[in-house]
Protein backbone atom coordinates (compact mmCIF):
# COMPACT_ATOMS: atom_id res chain seq x y z
CA UNK A 1 0.00 0.00 0.00
CA UNK A 2 1.19 3.78 -0.86
CA UNK A 3 1.59 6.38 2.31
CA UNK A 4 -1.61 7.96 3.18
CA UNK A 5 -2.62 11.38 1.73
CA UNK A 6 -2.33 12.91 5.35
CA UNK A 7 -2.13 16.06 4.14
CA UNK A 8 -5.09 16.52 1.72
CA UNK A 9 -8.46 17.50 3.06
CA UNK A 10 -11.51 15.14 3.05
CA UNK A 11 -12.98 16.79 0.45
CA UNK A 12 -10.25 16.80 -1.80
CA UNK A 13 -9.92 12.60 -1.24
CA UNK A 14 -13.32 12.18 -1.77
CA UNK A 15 -14.01 14.35 -5.16
CA UNK A 16 -11.11 12.45 -6.23
CA UNK A 17 -12.64 9.01 -5.41
CA UNK A 18 -15.60 10.16 -6.78
CA UNK A 19 -14.07 10.28 -10.68
CA UNK A 20 -14.80 7.01 -11.69
CA UNK A 21 -13.47 5.99 -15.35
CA UNK A 22 -12.88 2.48 -16.80
CA UNK A 23 -9.05 2.79 -15.80
CA UNK A 24 -10.12 3.70 -12.24
CA UNK A 25 -12.70 1.23 -11.98
CA UNK A 26 -10.20 -1.81 -13.37
CA UNK A 27 -7.54 0.03 -10.79
CA UNK A 28 -9.43 0.32 -7.87
CA UNK A 29 -12.51 -1.76 -8.43
CA UNK A 30 -16.05 -1.12 -7.62
CA UNK A 31 -17.62 0.87 -5.08
CA UNK A 32 -20.68 -1.36 -4.52
CA UNK A 33 -20.26 -5.28 -5.35
CA UNK A 34 -23.19 -5.04 -6.87
CA UNK A 35 -22.31 -3.08 -9.96
CA UNK A 36 -19.53 -6.38 -10.48
CA UNK A 37 -20.37 -7.42 -14.01
CA UNK A 38 -19.68 -11.32 -12.68
CA UNK A 39 -20.69 -12.20 -9.19
CA UNK A 40 -18.15 -15.05 -7.73
CA UNK A 41 -16.14 -15.51 -4.92
CA UNK A 42 -13.35 -14.52 -6.64
CA UNK A 43 -14.66 -11.76 -7.88
CA UNK A 44 -15.44 -10.33 -4.81
CA UNK A 45 -12.21 -10.87 -3.00
CA UNK A 46 -10.31 -9.35 -5.98
CA UNK A 47 -12.10 -5.97 -6.16
CA UNK A 48 -11.97 -6.39 -2.25
CA UNK A 49 -8.06 -6.35 -2.82
CA UNK A 50 -8.07 -3.84 -5.51
CA UNK A 51 -10.02 -1.67 -3.17
CA UNK A 52 -7.81 -2.46 -0.03
CA UNK A 53 -4.39 -1.89 -2.41
CA UNK A 54 -5.73 1.55 -3.18
CA UNK A 55 -6.92 2.51 0.48
CA UNK A 56 -9.78 2.11 -0.05
CA UNK A 57 -11.29 0.58 2.81
CA UNK A 58 -15.23 0.19 2.73
CA UNK A 59 -17.29 -1.33 -0.37
CA UNK A 60 -21.09 -1.45 0.12
CA UNK A 61 -22.83 -4.29 -1.17
CA UNK A 62 -26.25 -3.32 -1.63
CA UNK A 63 -27.30 -1.51 1.91
CA UNK A 64 -24.45 -3.71 3.49
CA UNK A 65 -20.81 -1.96 4.36
CA UNK A 66 -17.80 -4.04 4.00
CA UNK A 67 -14.92 -2.76 5.88
CA UNK A 68 -11.40 -4.73 5.68
CA UNK A 69 -8.86 -2.88 8.40
CA UNK A 70 -6.36 -1.39 7.39
CA UNK A 71 -3.93 -1.86 10.38
CA UNK A 72 -2.95 1.80 10.32
CA UNK A 73 -4.33 5.31 10.49
CA UNK A 74 -5.26 6.15 7.07
CA UNK A 75 -6.81 9.90 8.73
CA UNK A 76 -9.74 8.94 6.63
CA UNK A 77 -11.94 9.69 10.06
CA UNK A 78 -11.34 12.73 11.51
CA UNK A 79 -14.06 15.98 12.24
CA UNK A 80 -12.89 17.14 8.52
CA UNK A 81 -14.47 13.32 6.99
CA UNK A 82 -17.27 13.61 9.53
CA UNK A 83 -17.92 17.23 7.88
CA UNK A 84 -18.07 15.73 4.27
CA UNK A 85 -20.63 12.80 5.19
CA UNK A 86 -23.30 15.06 7.81
CA UNK A 87 -26.39 15.15 6.26
CA UNK A 88 -25.62 13.34 3.33
CA UNK A 89 -27.28 10.44 1.65
CA UNK A 90 -25.19 7.21 1.77
CA UNK A 91 -24.79 6.64 -2.20
CA UNK A 92 -23.96 10.42 -2.44
CA UNK A 93 -20.58 9.72 -1.60
CA UNK A 94 -17.32 6.65 -1.50
CA UNK A 95 -18.65 4.28 0.92
CA UNK A 96 -17.46 4.96 4.41
CA UNK A 97 -18.33 4.01 7.97
CA UNK A 98 -19.19 7.96 8.74
CA UNK A 99 -22.11 7.00 5.07
CA UNK A 100 -23.47 4.07 7.18
CA UNK A 101 -23.39 6.28 10.24
CA UNK A 102 -25.77 9.44 8.68
CA UNK A 103 -28.30 6.86 7.57
CA UNK A 104 -28.63 5.33 10.95
CA UNK A 105 -28.30 8.50 12.46
CA UNK A 106 -31.04 10.33 10.23
CA UNK A 107 -33.68 7.35 10.18
CA UNK A 108 -33.20 7.44 14.47
CA UNK A 109 -33.82 11.12 14.22
CA UNK A 110 -35.99 12.12 11.54
CA UNK A 111 -38.49 8.99 10.84
CA UNK A 112 -37.94 7.95 14.82
CA UNK A 113 -36.79 4.54 13.74
CA UNK A 114 -35.26 2.32 16.23
CA UNK A 115 -31.90 1.24 14.63
CA UNK A 116 -29.58 -1.47 15.34
CA UNK A 117 -26.07 -1.76 13.16
CA UNK A 118 -25.13 -5.35 13.06
CA UNK A 119 -20.43 -5.23 13.35
CA UNK A 120 -19.33 -8.96 12.64
CA UNK A 121 -16.58 -9.75 11.79
CA UNK A 122 -13.14 -12.34 13.51
CA UNK A 123 -10.32 -11.04 15.59
CA UNK A 124 -8.61 -8.45 14.84
CA UNK A 125 -11.24 -7.31 12.00
CA UNK A 126 -11.90 -4.11 13.58
CA UNK A 127 -15.15 -4.26 14.90
CA UNK A 128 -14.78 -2.46 18.23
CA UNK A 129 -13.04 0.44 16.31
CA UNK A 130 -16.19 0.65 13.57
CA UNK A 131 -18.05 0.71 16.58
CA UNK A 132 -16.45 3.74 18.14
CA UNK A 133 -16.25 5.35 14.90
CA UNK A 134 -20.16 4.95 14.48
CA UNK A 135 -20.68 6.16 17.90
CA UNK A 136 -18.62 9.31 17.47
CA UNK A 137 -20.12 10.43 14.61
CA UNK A 138 -23.49 10.38 16.24
CA UNK A 139 -22.15 12.29 19.12
CA UNK A 140 -20.51 15.02 16.57
CA UNK A 141 -23.66 15.54 14.62
CA UNK A 142 -26.45 15.38 17.43
CA UNK A 143 -25.98 18.71 17.93
CA UNK A 144 -26.08 20.01 21.93
CA UNK A 145 -28.93 21.01 24.88
CA UNK A 146 -28.97 19.14 28.09
CA UNK A 147 -30.73 15.60 26.96
CA UNK A 148 -28.67 15.63 23.82
CA UNK A 149 -25.13 16.11 25.86
CA UNK A 150 -26.71 13.28 28.36
CA UNK A 151 -27.24 11.03 25.36
CA UNK A 152 -23.26 12.36 23.60
CA UNK A 153 -22.29 11.61 27.60
CA UNK A 154 -23.92 7.94 27.60
CA UNK A 155 -22.31 6.90 24.26
CA UNK A 156 -19.06 8.19 24.36
CA UNK A 157 -18.68 5.73 27.85
CA UNK A 158 -19.98 3.04 25.91
CA UNK A 159 -17.72 3.58 23.41
CA UNK A 160 -15.39 3.25 26.20
CA UNK A 161 -16.38 0.10 27.57
CA UNK A 162 -16.43 -1.48 24.36
CA UNK A 163 -12.49 -0.78 23.65
CA UNK A 164 -12.20 -2.31 26.91
Known amino acids: MSAPAFNKSASVVIRQQMKKTKATVEN????????????????????LRKRYNNQLIYTNIGS?????????????CTDDWISCYKGRFRHELPPHIFALAEETYRQMKGELVNQCVIISGESGAGKTESAKLIMKYIAAVSGSGAGVEYVKSVILDVSTFVGE
Open 64 to 76: VLIAVNPYQDLGI
Open 28 to 47: QGVDDLVMLPKVSEKDIVEN
